[in-house]
T-cell receptor, first 114, second 108 residues
Framework: NAGVTQTPKFQVLKTGQSMTLQCAQD?????MSWYRQDPGMGLRLIHY???????DQGEVPNGYNVSRSTTEDFPLRLLSAAPSQTSVYFC?????????????FGPGTRLLVL | KNEVEQSPQNLTAQEGEFITINCSYS?????LHWLQQHPGGGIVSLFM???GKKKHGRLIATINIQEKHSSLHITASHPRDSAVYIC??????????FGKGTRLHILP
């Protein structure tokens, strides 16, 4: 198993550009989530999904969209990048729910918005 | 006030010392997680607890549901234990909330 994979590892964007951060898992996990990590802030939940076709907002959803058309994939879209979205983004999954199961994290995507 | 508070924020100790990191939370939870973030940035799940105590090698995690408190202990600490240790709680609404982490540095 590859576990949780994220692409790209690193990205530089200009303000106003859009992009999609990819996340995939091959463990058939129902629960997937996106976090951002900023210095002094800890990890914060952006969006999460408890299964294919179901998504919901976390603590800091503004400026981000998600979809979950398959169990395996959970892409995060930045519609119009802003410097405030400069951060490290982690995707995670767990089975069957996030309520009480071990979380598996991807390696992270480092995003710089100029 | 943050829903999950960790202490200390930073900890430096000598190799071999017994380490304790504390986590307090203010919401109802279904589980508590301890995570380790390596200097390279990767995050690994160490423990998931809903009650009592768990042990894995030199690491021990305890939780007191009534007091809304958990501790992570490291026995016979080693420089390779240097990392950021993060406490997180799973709320009943499917959301996971994280503490800000404890940066541990073990000196040889």
């Amino acid at each position: 198993n590859a576990g949780v994979t994220q692409t790209p590892k690193f990205q530089v964007l200009k303000t106003g550009q859009s992009m999609t951060l990819q996340c995939a898992q091959d463990m058939n996990h129902e629960y997937m989530s996106w976090y951002r990590q900023d210095p002094g802030m800890g990890l914060r939940l952006i969006h999460y999904s408890v299964g294919a076709g179901i998504t919901d907002q976390g603590e800091v959803p503004n400026g981000y969209n998600v979809s979950r058309s398959t169990t395996e994939d959970f892409p995060l879209r930045l519609l119009s990048a802003a410097p405030s979205q400069t951060s490290v983004y982690f995707c995670a999954s767990s089975d069957p729910r996030g309520l009480g199961e071990t979380q598996y994290f991807g390696p992270g995507t480092r995003l710089l918005v100029l | 006030k943050n829903e999950v508070e960790q202490s200390p924020q930073n900890l430096t100790a000598q190799e071999g010392e017994f380490i304790t990191i504390n986590c307090s939370y203010s919401v109802g939870i279904s589980a508590l997680h301890w995570l380790q973030q390596h200097p390279g940035g990767g995050i690994v799940s160490l423990f998931m607890l809903s009650s009592g105590k768990k042990k894995h090698g030199r690491l021990i995690a305890t939780i007191n549901i009534q007091e809304k408190h958990s501790s992570l202990h490291i026995t016979a600490s080693h420089p390779r234990d240097s990392a950021v240790y993060i406490c997180a709680v799973s709320r009943a609404d499917d959301k996971i909330i994280f503490g800000k982490g404890t940066r541990l540095h073990i000196l040889p």
